[in-house]
């Protein structure tokens, strides 16, 4: 079992940054590629940025140029550094981890985009 616990969510002006972080624990020498998801209201959850164990990173075309996601092995916690956040990006973000002994998802961290 692997459990993933996000932080740092919150309340940021358009235009601003946020660095939201994603700490696991349990089984994490079965964890393999790390990612970062996020649901806005109304809306079906999409992938903002996923990192390999080796450090390869994929982003969503909307936040390439914005977003980068970084990971330290041994903390075994992934960061998502988000700059220049827009207000349609107010949703709830969410780590995830594909682990050989099956994925696990955290409960979310709101990140509200507002002025």
């Known amino acids: 079992q692997v459990r993933l616990v996000e932080s740092g969510g919150g309340l940021v002006q358009p235009g601003g940054s946020l660095r939201l972080s994603c700490a696991a624990s349990?089984?994490?020498?079965?964890?393999?590629?790390m990612a970062w998801y996020r649901q806005a209201p109304g809306k079906q959850r999409e992938s903002v940025a996923t990192?390999?164990?080796?450090?390869?990173?994929n982003y969503a075309d909307s936040v390439k140029g914005r977003f980068t996601i970084s990971r330290d092995n041994a903390k075994n916690t992934v960061y998502p550094q988000m700059n220049s956040l827009k207000p349609e990006e107010t949703a709830v973000y969410y780590c995830?981890?594909?682990?050989?002994?099956?994925?696990?998802w955290g409960r979310g961290t709101q990140v509200t985009v507002s002025s």
């Open positions: 995830y981890a594909a682990a050989t002994i099956g994925a696990s």
């Open positions: 349990g089984s994490i020498f079965s964890i393999g590629t």
């Open positions: 990192i390999t164990r080796s450090g390869s990173t």
